[in-house]
């Protein structure tokens, strides 16, 4: 590693004596004082990849309808536009939408999110042939990278970039540069492909030698345009290959002015793009881990707070039109289609992660578990396509992108999703075991000679059973959350036999014994009804039972409604009607769910809702499909 008087020297090279003082002493230390990567050591942290596979159920079966569509896709159709750019003969038919070779933000699905999603799907499945697919799409990156000579990857010119120095429109080119990146990272990190790791390099470092001779001024300008997680990715890279270059790169992707708020703990969130800002703290989270600096830390947590508690709907996601409209706790007015812009539940996720690594807080993984349930299941429809807004007002329906034309930016985060849902299940400290979602599935853990097979049907069974596998007698500790939604009745039983203590709902039960072979953990959490209010609106409520939101059924509607599936680059379907009236439930002021809801099978979810003049089925959100549905309702006693 260098001294510091040459990391100074480093510092003043490529951001420039403006920038540090802009960055702050804090951000500076972190810079240089770099060489322990991972300085946050004791975390608790997600299993190795490959060490969990799901079971046979709803997530399974998902997670295969998701690897047939990637399937579906072609490495020379993925490479088109990176080859156009490079200046290499290609015949391929290009794909549509937002992968246009018109289209501005092309290459952030071939090129990044199709890396992540075969990535993810090689590790937690054991796809080879999407293994196979992302290796031979990183040899025709790295051959484009090769032609271009500069380091420079994209499939749009640099052309872009310049128009960012000059203030000229222009979409957003990091925003792009870093999902490729990203892509490309998770080659390396989940399939062991080293020549994507050179590629990486290679990019990160054209962006220092882009960036630094640009004053600080002029950089926070170009900032404004929305640019994803380059100080994540470029942090990540720093961690992987120990070089602390990237870690003061990363720094130039900082805005001070949007992260002093939130470090003094003040909410001015109001009026910015949702998805645009949530990755920013996902690379300060990132910041914390590698630097060990706190104040990142203090960001994120407070970031995370002010989000889930303050501008989250019923199913844990965030955004109107894709952004923050209103001032915290005051959602009242904003049902609408385009609530819940997808990609933002994928990264609050991540952040809540990370969070809970830290903190060992139940309330993050139950915050993960809403988001899973009910604003991730369900987004993908039979034909492994997703949604990009998630409608909130009464009347609307789920609409889906086209197989070759679409490609939004929900298109490839929903891809990554459907590849990853084993990689938040178990986590481990030293040799402990967090169960933290419920989930049928088998952790398979070499390293420690432990299998855990997690049986179960859950949410239609209202808890789980943990099947223990042991090379040979171990004391060890398997911490299971005990949802915050749960009852005071939840109970644990180890080989038939209730425990006497029991943790707290919105907690976590550490069992420490020495664990043998045949050992088995019997866990049931009763769930019940409750209703939950619309932020700022008590009138305005919604149903959930366990963590589950459960939606009205309003049947199939008109036969003139606008297609489900969108065959362009447009997020909505065009000529939408409006929203209907919320339905009023057929019950007197501040009744609870149990006088106008009844139960018609707790196995299959199944509830009906008494409402004025007629009656609705209730079923969990992710089980409405092509139904029009409602998920809040009008009280009574208390109107908009």
């Given at each position: 590693m260098a001294t510091d008087r040459s990391r100074r020297s480093f510092l003043k090279k490529s951001i420039g004596a403006a920038s540090l003082s802009l960055?702050?002493?804090?951000?500076?230390?972190?810079?240089?004082?770099?060489?322990?990567?991972?300085?946050?050591?004791?975390?608790?942290?997600?299993?190795?990849?490959?060490?969990?596979?799901?079971?046979?159920?709803?997530?399974?079966?998902?997670?295969?309808?998701?690897?047939?569509?990637?399937?579906?896709?072609?490495?020379?159709?993925?490479?088109?536009?990176?080859?156009?750019?490079?200046?290499?003969t290609t015949t391929a038919t290009p794909y549509k939408g937002w992968e246009d070779p018109s289209c501005e933000l092309r290459g952030h699905f071939t090129g990044g999110h199709f890396l992540s999603a075969a990535a993810l799907a090689a590790a937690t499945q054991g796809n080879d042939e999407l293994k196979n697919r992302g290796n031979d799409l990183v040899a025709g990156m790295a051959a484009c990278q090769k032609k271009i000579g500069t380091g420079y990857l994209s499939a749009f010119p640099n052309e872009e970039f310049e128009r960012l120095v000059q203030g000229k429109p222009v979409w957003a080119p990091f925003y792009t540069y870093h999902k490729i990146m990203a892509g490309l990272l998770d080659m390396v990190v989940l399939t062991g492909n080293t020549d994507a790791l050179?590629?990486?390099?290679?990019?990160?470092?054209?962006?220092?030698?882009?960036?630094?001779?640009?004053?600080?001024?002029?950089?926070?300008?170009?900032?404004?345009?929305?640019?994803?997680?380059?100080?994540?990715?470029?942090?990540?890279?720093?961690?992987?290959?120990?070089?602390?270059?990237?870690?003061g790169i990363a720094h130039l992707f900082e805005q001070p002015s949007f992260l002093d708020p939130l470090a003094a703990r003040h909410d001015e969130l109001e009026g910015l793009h949702a998805n645009t800002h949530v990755p920013k703290i996902i690379g300060a989270a990132r910041m914390y881990e590698v630097t060990g600096d706190r104040r990142y830390r203090e960001i994120a947590e407070y970031f995370l707070e002010e989000v889930t508690a303050a501008r989250n709907y019923v199913i844990g996601n965030t955004s109107v039109d894709e952004f923050w409209r209103t001032p915290p706790g005051q959602l009242q007015g904003t049902l609408a289609w385009k609530n819940a812009e997808c990609c933002v539940a994928y990264n609050l996720m991540k952040l809540e992660r990370h969070v809970f690594g830290w903190t060992g807080d139940a309330r993050w993984m139950d915050a993960y578990e809403r988001a899973l349930f009910n604003c991730r299941l369900g987004t993908q429809n039979a034909d492994g396509l997703k949604q990009y807004f998630f409608p909130l007002a009464a009347g609307y329906w789920r609409a889906y992108n086209s197989p070759e034309e679409s490609f939004w930016c929900c298109t490839g985060t929903g891809a990554e999703e459907f590849a990853k849902f084993a990689d938040t299940i178990y986590f481990r400290r030293g040799s402990d075991v967090y169960v933290n979602q419920f989930l049928a599935s088998t952790l398979d853990w070499k390293d420690e000679g432990l299998t855990i097979e997690q049986a179960t049907q859950f949410p239609s069974e209202q808890g789980t059973t943990l099947k223990i596998k042991a090379s040979g007698p171990a004391a060890r500790a398997i911490h299971i959350r005990i949802p915050g939604w749960t009852t005071k009745s939840a109970e644990v039983k180890i080989n038939g036999q209730r425990l006497d203590a029991m943790s707290n709902p919105g907690s976590y039960l550490a069992i420490r014994k020495v664990w043998r072979e045949g050992d088995t953990i019997s866990v049931t959490l009763p769930m019940t009804l409750r209703q939950e209010p619309l932020a700022g609106d008590e009138g305005v409520n919604a149903v959930l039972y366990g963590p589950l939101a459960f939606a009205a059924n309003l049947g199939a509607g008109p036969t003139d409604v606008?297609?489900?599936?969108?065959?362009?680059?447009?997020?909505?379907?065009?000529?939408?009607?409006?929203?209907?009236?919320?339905p009023e439930p057929a019950a007197s002021a501040g009744a609870s769910p149990a006088e106008w809801i009844e139960a018609e099978s707790g196995l299959d979810l199944r509830f009906t809702a008494s409402s004025k003049g007629a009656k609705y089925d209730l079923i969990p959100m992710y089980q409405i499909h092509d139904q029009r549905y409602a998920l809040y309702w009008q009280m009574q006693n208390k109107k908009a």
């Open positions: 960055m702050g002493p804090q951000a500076l230390v972190s810079v240089l004082h770099a060489d322990s990567f991972e300085h946050v050591t004791g975390r608790i942290e997600p299993m190795p990849p490959g060490t969990v596979r799901l079971s046979a159920g709803i997530f399974k079966e998902q997670q295969e309808i998701n690897a047939r569509y990637l399937d579906s896709l072609t490495v020379d159709r993925l490479l088109h536009t990176f080859r156009l750019t490079a200046g290499i050179k590629v990486a390099e290679g990019m990160a470092d054209w962006v220092g030698d882009f960036f630094w001779p640009i004053g600080a001024e002029q950089r926070m300008r170009m900032l404004r345009t929305e640019y994803g997680g380059m100080n994540e990715a470029l942090v990540n890279l720093a961690a992987l290959t120990k070089k602390d270059k990237y870690i606008p297609s489900t599936v969108i065959h362009s680059g447009d997020t909505s379907p065009k000529n939408l009607p409006g929203p209907d009236p919320l």
